[in-house]
């Protein structure tokens, strides 16, 4: 009897031993994935940053190049696609990541059209207004790349973690899937032709 006792003391300590075990993994897993897509918040705060800054911007150009309205609607139309695709952060897909990067793409095209066009305005160019949006539109771009990066870093560590024995054994169990992580563009790793 008292060798059953200890076989089943062993076993019932064996048992305890993976479950805490399964709790610290997955607990681990909640927290790297929770960091990732917190994260991915800050990444649609700078989009956002960047949407916010566009009707100052358009307003004022449109005082200085009242007939480029065809570039302003332009502008206006990619920065209302941009900010109505919408990903839900606790279930990215590489679906949704790619239709949110077109749309931004399709925004970043519009403001580099406008930022052309404002060119051929020397007033608008030395205007005190335009400069400084200029200013805070270039630095929301540097901050989305920033953002952008440490969400790959984020997705890509998790990604590892739950990939690697015996943790993926937790992760599947609790059913946990990688994170898409935020590609380039189509066609940037091909310098832009420039001519004088």
């Known amino acids: 009897m008292r060798n059953v006792l200890i076989a089943l003391g062993v076993i019932g300590l064996l048992v305890f031993l ?4 399964g709790i610290g993994i997955n607990n681990q897993i909640i927290e790297k994935e929770g960091l990732t897509l917190a994260q991915w918040a800050n990444v649609e705060s700078s989009y956002q940053r960047r949407a916010d800054l566009i009707p ?5 150009v449109k005082g200085y190049a009242e007939h480029e309205q065809e570039t ?22 590489e679906e949704q990541m790619a239709q949110f ?25 030395a205007n005190q ?10 630095g929301t771009e540097n901050r989305i790349n920033v953002e952008r990066n440490r969400y790959n870093e984020l997705a890509g560590a998790y990604k590892i973690f739950i990939s690697k024995f015996p ?4 992760a599947g ?7 898409p992580l935020y590609k380039s563009a189509e066609g940037s790793d091909v310098a832009p032709k420039v001519e004088f």
């Open 101 to 125: 990067q077109q749309a931004q793409q399709g925004l970043s095209g519009a403001l580099s059209r406008l930022l052309v066009t404002v060119e051929r305005y020397p007033d608008l160019k």
């Open 18 to 21: 993976i479950f805490q075990w």
């Open 167 to 170: 943790t993926s054994i937790i």
């Open 129 to 138: 207004n335009f400069l400084e949006l200029q200013a805070q539109l270039e």
């Open 173 to 179: 169990f609790i059913n946990k899937k990688e994170l």
């Open 56 to 60: 100052n911007l358009v307003a004022t």
């Open 72 to 93: 302003l609607e332009g502008v206006i139309k990619a920065r209302s696609e941009a900010t109505k695709t919408i990903i839900d952060p606790s279930n990215i897909t």
